[in-house]
C-alpha cells in the first residue's frame, strides 16, 4: 500500500514538472478572489527588493464585520515553500488564519516570495530566462524579508508586526534574523509553523531519491539550479478541478501528492479543499531552493548555500559555508511542531530548540496530534481548535 502511495504521488509530481509554465496567472482561483469571495476587503501592495525583484503582499486591513475600525497592530504571515499567500486564506473565515486575525483586531498583510505566482517580476530580469532563478531562500531571508516588512511599517505607522511563518518562512526568518539584526527590534513576536533549520533526519521520500545527488556540489546542481520549478499553470488547475473533486475516483491521486510532500498517512486532510489547494498550489521556485534544502539533509548543518570549497572561497572567504546563528537571534519565537511532519522532524526541532537563545524562545509546543503533517499546519481539519486558536492567544499575550 505504501508503494502505491508513492508511485501515485510521484506519477502526480511528474505531471506537475512536465506541464509548461504559463506567462501569467494560471489560474481564477487567487488571494484576492478568494478573500472578496467571502466579503473582506483586500488590497494588492507592490514592493522592489535591492536587487531588483519586485514583490506583491496582499493585505485584508480590517474584519469585514467592523469596517474600518483606525490603526490596527500588524500581523505578517509568510508562506513555505512552493506556497504562497493564498495559503492563508484557501479554508475561508473559520478555519483560514489571515481571517481568524483579522477577526481579533490585526491589519493583515501576506507575503509573497520571488517566483512564487504573486511575485514573477523583475525590474531588468525577465522569468523566461535563467538568470532572474539564480537565488534561493537565503535570498529570500536577506532581501524579500526585510523589503516587505520595511514597506509595511512604512505605510502602516506601527514600529512592529508580529511575525507568523509556516516552513520556509520560518527557514526565511532564521536567515533574515541572524543575517539584518536590526528586526530584533521591528518584530515584536515570532510565531513559527513546523520549523525549518536542521534537516539532517528529513524522512521525505524525495530527499531520500534527491539527496546524494543534488545535496552536494556538482555540474549538475551548477546547470540546472537557476530554472523554474513547479509553477502554477493552466493544465495544473483544470488537473486539479478534475481529479480532486470529492466525487472523483482519482482523488487518491492528490492526496498522496500532498502525503509525499508533507507526511503520510494523516487524516486531518481536508479533502473538499483539495481542488482549490490544486488550483493555487504549487506555486512555483527557484530550482536552488530545492537543492539548499537538500544540501542540509546532505550535511546535517543548517547554513549557507555550498558552492563547493572553490567558489565558497571567493563567495564566503573560507572553504565551507558559514552557518547561521541561531543563538543569535533576539526576537521572542514561539515554535509549534508535530510527530509526522517529513520536513521538520522532531529530532530536527529539538536540535534547534537547544541552540536557540533560552531567553528568546518563549514556548516550543509539540501538538498531541501524532498524525499531524506538514501540509496540516495550513489546512488541516479542525486546524483552529487544534493549532490556531493557541497560536491567536500566544500572539495576543506576548
Not at 515553500?81 to 498583510?109: K, T
Not at 533574515?176 to 539532517?200: C, D, G, Y
Request: net charge negative; aromatic share 12%; charged share 15%.
Amino acid at each position: 500500500m505504501l508503494l502505491l502511495q508513492l508511485i501515485t504521488g510521484f506519477i502526480c509530481l511528474g505531471l506537475a514538472i512536465a506541464l509548461p509554465a504559463d506567462a501569467g496567472r494560471a489560474s481564477s482561483v487567487t488571494t484576492v478572489t478568494i478573500v472578496k469571495g467571502h466579503g473582506y476587503e483586500i488590497e494588492e501592495h507592490q514592493v522592489q527588493t535591492s536587487d531588483g525583484y519586485i514583490l506583491t503582499m496582499h493585505r485584508i486591513p480590517y474584519s469585514k464585520n467592523t469596517g474600518p475600525d483606525g490603526r490596527r497592530p500588524v500581523a505578517f504571515l509568510m508562506h513555505g515553500l512552493l506556497c504562497s499567500s493564498s495559503d492563508w486564506v484557501l479554508a475561508g473565515p473559520h478555519s483560514g488564519l489571515a481571517y481568524l486575525l483579522s477577526e481579533q483586531g490585526f491589519d493583515v498583510w501576506m507575503g509573497n516570495a520571488r517566483g512564487n505566482t504573486y511575485s514573477k517580476k523583475h525590474a531588468t530580469k525577465s522569468p523566461l530566462l535563467q538568470p532572474f532563478w539564480n537565488f534561493e531562500w537565503h535570498d529570500i531571508g536577506i532581501y524579500d524579508l526585510p523589503a516587505m516588512i520595511d514597506n509595511v511599517i512604512y505605510k502602516t505607522g506601527q514600529p512592529t508586526v508580529k511575525y507568523i511563518g509556516h516552513s520556509q518562512g520560518t527557514t526565511s526568518f532564521f536567515v533574515m534574523n541572524t543575517m539584518i539584526p536590526r528586526f530584533k527590534s521591528r518584530i515584536s513576536s515570532a510565531h513559527l509553523l513546523a520549523p525549518v533549520a536542521w534537516m539532517e533526519h528529513m524522512e521525505s521520500p524525495l530527499a531520500t531519491v534527491g539527496g546524494p545527488l543534488l545535496g552536494q556540489p556538482n555540474a549538475f546542481v551548477e546547470v540546472f539550479g537557476s530554472a523554474e520549478f513547479l509553477p502554477n499553470t493552466q493544465l495544473m488547475n483544470m488537473f486539479g478541478a478534475l481529479l480532486c473533486k470529492d466525487e472523483a475516483i482519482s482523488q487518491a491521486i492528490c492526496t498522496n501528492t500532498l502525503f509525499l510532500l508533507g507526511g503520510w498517512g494523516s487524516p486531518y486532510i481536508n479533502e473538499t479543499l483539495l481542488p482549490e489547494i490544486m488550483a493555487t498550489t504549487p506555486a512555483g521556485c527557484s530550482v536552488n531552493q530545492i537543492f539548499h534544502y537538500l544540501q542540509e539533509y546532505n550535511s546535517g548543518y543548517f547554513r549557507q548555500f555550498d558552492y563547493g570549497s572553490s567558489r565558497n572561497k571567493k563567495e564566503y572567504g573560507i572553504k565551507t559555508p558559514p552557518e547561521y546563528d541561531v543563538e543569535s537571534i533576539e526576537v521572542p519565537t514561539y515554535l509549534y511542531y508535530s510527530d509526522n511532519d517529513y520536513f521538520a522532524s522532531l529530532i530536527d526541532v529539538d536540535r534547534l530548540r537547544y541552540f536557540m537563545n533560552p531567553n528568546a524562545l518563549k514556548s516550543a509546543y509539540r501538538l498531541p496530534e501524532e498524525k499531524w503533517n506538514h501540509i496540516d499546519f495550513l489546512w488541516g481539519l479542525n486546524v483552529k481548535e487544534i493549532l490556531y486558536d493557541r497560536v491567536i492567544d500566544d500572539i495576543l499575550n506576548a
